[in-house]
């Protein structure tokens, strides 16, 4: 059984920045991922990072703005947020996996409690 704890979110103006951290009670070979779900929509892959860091991926909507890390000494993965736009506004979950790599929401086994990210235009 692995814990989870999402935390980070707040509000911020577009053209902002946060940084998401997760902190897992012990994950060290898990892929890491990070996913969103706003209002009235379906939950949406963001980012995610296997245990070596060897193969980082990102969601199209959010390449080149956003970047999945993690610190396997502290047990905790980060996703750095920059250049936030309105349609970034959900609340951001982190999951664990056993798959090597993979963007579907069914194969995180273990889910944190969601933080949520507000960005005003």
């Known amino acids: 059984q692995v814990q989870l704890v999402d935390s980070g979110g707040g509000l911020v103006q577009a053209g902002g920045s946060l940084r998401l951290s997760c902190a897992a009670s012990d994950y060290t070979t898990y892929t890491m991922g990070w996913f969103r779900q706003a209002p009235g929509k379906e939950r949406e892959f963001v980012a995610a990072m296997t245990w070596s860091g060897g193969e980082i991926y990102a969601a199209d909507s959010v390449k080149d703005r956003f970047t999945i890390s993690r610190n396997n000494a502290k047990n905790t993965v980060y996703l750095q947020m920059n250049s936030l736009k309105p349609e970034d506004t959900a609340v951001y979950y982190c999951?664990?996996?056993?798959?090597?790599?993979?963007?579907?929401?069914?194969?995180?086994?273990?889910w944190g409690q969601g933080t949520q990210v507000t960005v005003s235009s």
């Open positions: 999951a664990a996996s056993t798959w090597l790599a993979s963007v579907e929401a069914a194969n995180y086994k273990y």
